[in-house]
C-alpha cells in the first residue's frame, strides 16, 4: 500500500489491525500515523487509549497494552517505535511469542510498527508481519512531488516560490520534508513584502545540509581552493559531523562523480545515468554539472585517494584526524596540478 492509499482508507475508515510504517520521509510518516490517531481516538482521550513502546520493550507489555479495552472509544492504538525485534537490535523478552499472537489481535486495537527503514528481513517478526500486518512505505518524495509540496507550503504563507529556487532549496537542505518545511519559514519571513522567493533568497537564508556543504568541498579540492575547503571542513566538524563519516561523503561523492563523467564521456544521456545510479533529477543534473568541470583522470585519483585513507584509518596504520587532514591536502595538491575539462 502506498502512502496516498493509506490516506484514503483511513478518511474512509478503512482501519486495517496491524501496519508496518517505514521509510526515511518522517513527517509524512507522522502526518498519516497523526491521522490514523484522529480518526481512531476521541478528542480528550487521546492519552487514555493510547500507548507508545521503543526498542527493547517487553512483547508482553506490548500484548498487555493491546488486549486492554478502550475508554469511550472503537479501538485503542498501539505505536512500537524502531522495536528490536524488527530492527536486528537484540531480541526484545516474549518476541517468539508475540509473532503467534499475531494471529489473533484483539478487533479493540489497532497496532503500528514505525521504523525509519525497512526492517531486518531475518526476523521471525518481520516474516509474520508479511501475511499479518499492511505495509506502507514512505519514501522521499519525487522532484515533481518536492517542486508541488513547496509551492503549496509556501503559497499558505502568501508566496510563490520559483522553480530554480526550490531547485536551490533541496540542494542546500536536503529532501526530507521537515527541514525544507523550516526552512521555507524562514524563507518567507526573509521575504517579507514580495510576491515570490527566488534563488537569490535561498542562497542568503537556507542553512546548508551536510552533503551541500561536503559537494562544496569537493569543488574547491578539485579547484586547487585548499583554504576555502579547510573552511568548509572545519564548519562540518563544529556541526556535530565525525571525520570518518565525512570521510565516507567524500568518498561516496567522488565515486559518484566519476561514475557519471566516465558514462557522459561515453555519451549516455542524463535521463539514462539517473537511472543507472538510482539518482533524483536535481541531484544527477547538481553531479553531472560538477563533473563536468573535472577530468575523468583527476576525479577517478581522487575516489582512490580516499578509498586508500579509508583503509589506512580502519587498519589502524593513522588516526582520523591525521588521515583526513592528509587527504584534504592530497586533492588540494591532485585540484591544482589537473587539468580541467
Known amino acids: 500500500m502506498t502512502y496516498d ?13 496491524a501496519y508496518l510504517f517505514y521509510g526515511p520521509e518522517i513527517y509524512v510518516r507522522d502526518s498519516a500515523l497523526d491521522a490514523l490517531r484522529k480518526k481512531l481516538l476521541p478528542e480528550g482521550l487521546e492519552a487514555l487509549n493510547q500507548n507508545l513502546f521503543e526498542g527493547a ?27 528490536a525485534a524488527l530492527t536486528g537490535r537484540g ?13 489473533n489481535i484483539p478487533e479493540t486495537c489497532c497496532l503500528v510498527f514505525v521504523l525509519d527503514a525497512a526492517p531486518d528481513s531475518r526476523r521471525k517478526l518481520t516474516q509474520a508481519l508479511k501475511t499479518r500486518a499492511e505495509w506502507v512505505e514512505f519514501p522521499l518524495l519525487s522532484d515533481s512531488d518536492l517542486y508541488k ?6 503559497g499558505q ?10 531547485e536551490q532549496l533541496v540542494f542546500m537542505a536536503g529532501r526530507a520534508l521537515t527541514g525544507l518545511m523550516q526552512e521555507l519559514d524562514k524563507l518567507c519571513a526573509y521575504a517579507n513584502g514580495r510576491a515570490a522567493i527566488v534563488r537569490a533568497d535561498v542562497e542568503a537564508v537556507v542553512t546548508p545540509s551536510t552533503e551541500s556543504t561536503v ?7 578539485m579547484k586547487g581552493e585548499s583554504g576555502r575547503a579547510q573552511l568548509l571542513l572545519k564548519a562540518l566538524l563544529e556541526n556535530g559531523e565525525t571525520r570518518i563519516g565525512t570521510l565516507a561523503m567524500l568518498t561516496r561523492q567522488l565515486r559518484m562523480l566519476t561514475h557519471i563523467r566516465l558514462l557522459r564521456a561515453q555519451g549516455q544521456p542524463l535521463s539514462d545515468i539517473e537511472r543507472r545510479l538510482s539518482l533524483n533529477h536535481y541531484a544527477a ?5 560538477q563533473a563536468g568541470r573535472f577530468s575523468a583522470e583527476a576525479l577517478e585519483a581522487g575516489y582512490r585517494a ?15 584526524s591525521a588521515g583526513l587532514d592528509a587527504l584534504m591536502i592530497r586533492l588540494g595538491m591532485m585540484g591544482k596540478n589537473s587539468d580541467r575539462q
Not at 517487553?58 to 485503542?76: F, G, I, N, S, Y
Open 149 to 154: 509540496w513547496c509551492a503549496r507550503h509556501a
Open 285 to 289: 543534473t547538481r553531479a553531472a554539472g
Open 57 to 83: 520493550a517487553d512483547a508482553q507489555a506490548v500484548t498487555d497494552a493491546a488486549e486492554t479495552l478502550p475508554l469511550m472509544a472503537e479501538k485503542r492504538l498501539v505505536v512500537l517505535r524502531d522495536w
Open 215 to 221: 559537494f562544496q568541498m569537493i569543488d574547491c579540492l
Open 91 to 103: 531480541e526484545p523478552a516474549g518476541a517468539e511469542a508475540f509473532v503467534k499472537w499475531l494471529d
Open 157 to 166: 504563507n502568501g508566496f510563490a516560490i520559483e522553480p530554480d529556487a526550490v
Open 306 to 320: 580516499c578509498v586508500e585513507t579509508d583503509y589506512a584509518i580502519k587498519s589502524g596504520r593513522v588516526r582520523d
Open 5 to 17: 492509499q493509506l490516506f484514503r482508507t483511513i478518511r474512509t475508515g478503512d482501519i486495517r489491525p
